[in-house]
């Protein structure tokens, strides 16, 4: 499972100073490996301005857990506050998936 966050208008004030210095202890609790964060971002299509980070865990129930534990709801305003953020958790694909493989999906 994967959590990605695109952190727009981005303010590296005290909250988010608060938030990068806490939110590492709530990942290692639940087994989070950090995949992607990266400002700016090569953008070869369309707009982009954000900053974006792509967490893994083990599986999509996993990341919810995570993203709705304590530990991570008392950090979780402060990057909330520090951007306009959307945050979304996906689940991964199988081993040898492509992309063909969404046409099932189209009928």
């Given at each position: ?40 971002a090569a ?65």
């Open positions: 499972g994967y959590v990605l966050v695109r952190s727009d208008d981005l303010d590296p004030g005290d909250d988010l100073r608060r938030y990068v210095a806490e939110v590492d202890a709530t990942l290692e609790r639940y087994g989070t490996e950090i995949l992607v964060q990266s400002f700016p953008v070869p299509e369309g707009e982009w301005s954000g900053f974006v980070t792509l967490l893994r865990f083990e599986s999509v129930e996993a990341a919810r857990r995570w993203y709705d534990s304590p530990e991570y709801a008392a950090v979780r305003p402060m990057r909330q506050a520090s951007s306009t953020p959307t945050a979304i958790l996906v689940e991964g694909v199988a081993p040898g998936h492509r992309s063909s493989d969404l046409l099932a999906l189209f009928g």
